[in-house]
């Protein structure tokens, strides 16, 4: 059945039906009846359809979506997942069991009665039904409260029982805040804005509704207003985060939204990459509605990533996202129409937002030049400082509010000073209309100076102005017993929070008591920084970031030790910054080494790009490896090449007589240089880079100042970089020699060494593929694979790139060797895998899942399977463009084999018009590709193996096609012929040519241009 947002949302009071369907199903129809009847909505799970969700994830979205679970239990043990082609030790129904225990839903459990399974026997073999006996007597000697039923009749009235106790424990849907709103001491007028917001999140669609405004406007408190009056919300689950609060990140809030939504399911180190996350996020929002609030998110905008102001917004890269992901999650977020919400506050539409649905609130009239929440009108801010206890005649109360210009921020302030001065509160009146900004900050000049302990008041919101992470007490402290002016007296302990109280109760900071933060209003804190020297904010950054250095030290809180570098910076001290980054914390790591190992790859990537901006030399090039590592990880390794290649030309500049600290260091910056050319394409570049890096690691490892790993790593990657290039011969004796080191240093093997091995030796197999040898090569990846599947064994769901690259090899085996339904068999087996990474946004898997689909059409075709291979060839050949599109060009030679064998899939299953554009589309791409690219990837054998086929398939008659081709393949042979270097894989080449020397010369004649090519 199909998916019910209201009941999702909470609207409508659900209950999930658990039961087999051969023994139990008009029990189940009896219940189903009865509910609805009741007005309660049934859930029942009878059959899976087609969905990106797993079976487990599928129950689990109904289960968690359910306000009840009704267990049936039966004699039938019924349908199960298979495993290894067997039903599995848990059925469907047992599976729904377990997950409303582990989810702690309300459960009703029904027990049949042995004279009911009499009355109902139930054929199924021995071995399933003695399970589903052993899972009845469990539960009938469990804790659990049960009830047993004989007959359909009195199954039904212990039905009609329970249906108050259901209905009396729905729980009513609620925020979860993880940044608390302001409670505001009253709230007037907008009313319009309120029937809004409402009508907006009543509807399905826009999905995004963005509320716009000024500083100080009122934004924040409207939709807390909203949501606070709201009886029920129709969200299945809500989440309300503010990207005001300090270095609270994009990344961080995709942590509390998944942890929020998903609870114990969410596993970080499951879903580490930002991409994995984001996937996830948009996953959970399409399975059921849920409502996500962002406050102030124009703090995660281009405009507003520097301290300030920004007036201006007709530039489109300010309202651009600052924040990796951001742009792209509020662009597919807008496309949903389940009933989920993003609602954002916000001083500017982020421009991921102008070109896709989206509701603006407020809604002016069409014809006004104003857009975004307006000031209060006069009467209602009248009303406004009336009721905050402004004591005046209502004209008095109607010009103070014009003075104000109706901005609500600077009338509640007015109001709290006013009712704290009494009679006196006049002085603080001028009685002309200003600028709302003006406004605030002449009241605020007033404020101050009727401020009691006005010194040490205006020293903690000075210090509180630049801690925009918020400010705990404990760091207030420390600001004020290090202060070099003494300012607040040298006290060891001071007493700040009856001061702290006193300045919250005035309106000029929040103070938040579970957590002891304090937080000043982006208006406030603009106005307070202002007053501080240059000097005085470098000093208040290097003593908050000294606090926070010693704190991570402490207790190992990754936040703070972010914290510290940021402040650090601040303070223009680059070098403790870079300490705070890589010196070993309490728990032995790095900052850089905890960051990468949870996932967060984009923050730490954004600090040490900064922080190399601000340093020189030998730290600089430490900063810019460990920069462009996470950016290969990122497979953005591209962005990183000329910093890197900058840091390995300064090193290498240095006066000699060089340390061998930083000859190791040039080695690392050429070998991270030698892998982003390999990475993108550019082997026959990554070469002399690898070998130069690989020479520097050799003189080192032997004297212990460099790694044997880095050396062996190194000469993996230009063992690579040969095999691209053609040169299969030094490739071997490349990976032959590392084998050989590993299996010398037998007590110093461990799992990363293992995985090494294996790899190597599965890279050793492949070049006997390449050689025409696949045979041989079977037996040898086979081995490999099952040593690395053991590796692994612990991991099964998170599958190593190694793991995956091994397979792939395999099934390249099987299809050389004619093995087409053993290729298909371990194809089938690594497309689910890669479908399930894929669908959790593991971009780094999509090439491989591209090419896997192109393999499977290799080999459906070879199967006589041309629909089926039409399928998987279309497949490649859409995610080719998508890769493409994202900016991997290294992989338009695959995505040319993917046209040939989507041409050749329809030219087979008739549909000749398509082949033939789909051929004539890779010979453009192919030609393209080999003259830019000649000597890279292998791209001319491939293309001459795609040639000879398209040949095979191509209909007679289609004479520009054969020409087009019989004279690439020409030219491919004249450069084998004229080549300077005897590579292998220009043997190989030579070899399928001459094998088809012949039927070659054959065309030839017939187009009237001979075959000329002696390839001997």
């Not at 010196?583 to 790591?589: C, L, N, S, V, Y």
């Not at 040949?951 to 450069?975: D, N, T, V, W, Y």
């Not at 088809?996 to 017939?1006: D, T």
Request: charged share 25%.
């Amino acid at each position: 059945m199909e998916s019910d947002w209201q009941t999702e949302s909470g609207l409508r009071t659900a209950v999930f039906i658990s039961a087999t369907s051969s023994d139990l199903a008009d029990c189940r129809n009896r219940i189903a009846s009865v509910l609805r009847k009741a007005g309660v909505y049934d859930i029942e799970q009878t059959n899976f359809a087609h969905s990106p969700l797993t079976i487990e994830e599928d129950l689990t979205a109904k289960i968690l979506s359910a306000d009840a679970v009704i267990c049936l239990i039966g004699g039938a043990f019924g349908a199960a997942p298979t495993v290894d082609g067997r039903p599995g030790e848990r059925s469907y129904t047992q599976m729904e069991y377990d997950l409303a225990v582990h989810y702690e839903r309300p459960i009703y459990l029904f027990i049949a009665t042995d004279e009911f399974l009499e009355a109902h026997p139930v054929g199924e073999p021995d071995r399933l039904r003695s399970n589903q006996i052993a899972h009845r007597k469990a539960l009938l000697r469990s804790e659990l409260r049960y009830q047993q039923f004989s007959t359909e009749e009195e199954l039904e009235r212990r039905i009609v029982e329970i249906l108050a106790p259901i209905r009396a424990n729905v729980a009513r849907r609620s925020i979860r805040y993880v940044h608390i709103p302001s409670l505001p001491t009253c709230f007037v007028g907008r009313s319009d804005e309120l029937i809004q917001i409402n009508n907006a999140m009543d509807r399905s669609a826009p999905a995004v509704i963005t509320i716009i405004g000024m500083g100080g406007q009122g934004k924040t408190t409207l939709l807390a207003q909203a949501l606070r009056q709201r009886q029920g919300l129709p969200f299945a689950a809500a989440l309300w985060v503010s990207a005001e609060r300090g270095d609270f990140t994009f990344s961080e809030f995709l942590d509390c939204a998944l942890s929020e939504f998903l609870g114990r399911r969410f596993r970080k180190e499951e879903m580490a990459g930002l991409e994995t996350r984001l996937r996830a996020l948009i996953g959970q929002l399409q399975v059921r509605p849920l409502l996500i609030v962002i406050d102030a998110m124009e703090r995660w905008l281009k405009g507003w990533i520097t301290p300030g102001e920004v007036g201006k917004f007709g530039d489109f890269s300010l309202r651009e996202g600052a924040q990796e992901g951001l742009d792209r999650f509020l662009s597919e977020a807008s496309a949903l129409e389940n009933g989920s919400h993003i609602v954002l506050t916000s001083r500017a539409l982020p421009a991921a937002l102008d070109m896709v649905a989206c509701a603006i609130l407020p809604v002016l009239p069409a014809d006004g030049r104003e857009t975004g929440l307006q000031a209060l009108p006069p009467d209602q801010a009248a009303e406004l400082l009336l009721r905050l206890g402004v004591d005046a005649p209502r004209e008095k109360l109607l010009q103070l509010a014009e003075s104000m210009v109706g901005h609500p921020l600077t009338l509640t302030g007015f109001a709290r000073v006013a009712r704290r001065l009494g009679t006196k509160w006049e002085s603080l009146w001028a009685n002309r209309a200003i600028d709302p900004s003006i406004a605030f900050h002449s009241l605020v000049d007033e404020i101050r100076n009727h401020l009691p302990d006005r010194e040490r008041s205006e020293v903690v919101l000075r210090f509180a102005s630049l801690l925009s992470e918020g400010a705990s007490l404990g760091l207030l402290k420390w600001l004020t017993v290090t202060e070099p002016a003494n300012v607040l007296l040298a006290q060891n302990e001071p007493d700040l929070l009856p001061l702290i109280l006193m300045l919250a109760d005035w309106n000029l900071l929040v103070w938040d008591p579970e957590t002891e933060e304090i937080r000043l209003h982006g208006l406030m804190a603009a106005y307070f920084v202002d007053f501080l020297k240059p000097a005085e904010r470098e000093s208040i950054h290097h003593r908050a970031a000294a606090w926070y250095a010693t704190k991570d030290r402490e207790g190992g809180d990754m936040r703070l030790g972010i914290l510290a570098v940021r402040h650090a910076m601040s303070a223009n001290e680059p070098d403790s910054a870079f300490l705070a980054m890589f010196e070993a914390g309490g728990d032995t790591r790095s900052l850089y080494q905890r960051m990468v190992s949870c996932g967060h790859l984009w923050e730490c990537a954004s600090l040490l790009e900064d922080l190399l901006n601000k340093l020189t030399g030998t730290a600089r090039a430490k900063v810019v490896v460990a920069w462009g590592q996470i950016l290969n990880d990122l497979e953005l390794s591209q962005s990183a090449l000329a910093e890197v290649k900058e840091a390995a030309r300064t090193l290498l500049a240095e006066e000699s007589p060089r340390s061998p600290e930083n000859d190791v260091l040039i080695a690392r910056c050429l070998g991270l240089e030698g892998l982003i050319h390999l990475e993108t394409g550019r082997a026959s570049d990554a070469l002399p880079v690898l070998d130069r890096a690989a020479g520097i690691f050799r003189t080192f490892a032997n004297s212990g100042m460099a790694s044997e790993d880095d050396l062996m790593r190194t000469v993996a990657n230009r063992a690579l970089a040969k095999w691209s290039t053609g040169d299969w011969d030094g490739a071997e004796v490349d990976w032959r020699s590392i084998l050989q080191r590993l299996h010398s240093t037998p007590g110093e093997d461990n799992e990363s060494r293992t995985e090494m091995r294996w790899e190597l030796e599965a890279r050793v197999a492949m070049l006997a593929v390449d050689r025409g040898r696949a045979a041989e090569a079977i037996p040898l990846l086979e081995l490999a694979l099952g040593e690395l599947e053991k590796i692994q064994a612990s991991d099964t769901a998170n599958p190593s790139k190694t793991n995956l690259h091994t397979k792939m090899l395999l099934v390249d085996a099987y299809i050389e060797n004619g093995q087409n339904r053993e290729a298909l068999a371990m194809a089938q087996q690594m497309a689910t895998q890669l479908e399930g990474l894929s669908r959790l946004g593991r971009w780094e898997f999509h090439g491989l899942l591209a090419q896997l689909r192109m393999n499977q059409a290799t080999a459906m075709l070879k199967q006589g399977e041309p629909l089926d291979a039409l399928a998987a060839a279309d497949r490649a050949v859409r995610l080719y463009e998508d890769i493409q599109r994202r900016g991997a060009a290294q992989f338009r030679g695959q995505y040319a084999s993917a046209l040939f064998r989507r041409a050749e899939a329809r030219n087979v299953s008739g549909d000749v018009a398509s082949g033939i554009e789909d051929l004539q589309s890779a010979l453009t791409v192919s030609e393209d590709w080999i003259r830019q690219w000649y000597g890279e990837c292998n791209i001319q054998r491939a293309f001459i193996e795609n040639a000879l086929r398209a040949l095979a398939f191509l209909p007679s008659g289609h004479m520009p096609e054969k020409l087009q081709i019989f004279r690439m393949l020409r030219e491919c042979a004249e450069r084998i012929t004229t080549s300077t270097h005897p590579l292998a894989t220009n043997v190989r080449e030579a070899q399928l040519l001459s094998q088809h020397a012949e039927e070659l010369q054959r065309i030839g004649r017939e187009l009237e241009t001979p075959w000329t090519p002696a390839l001997g």
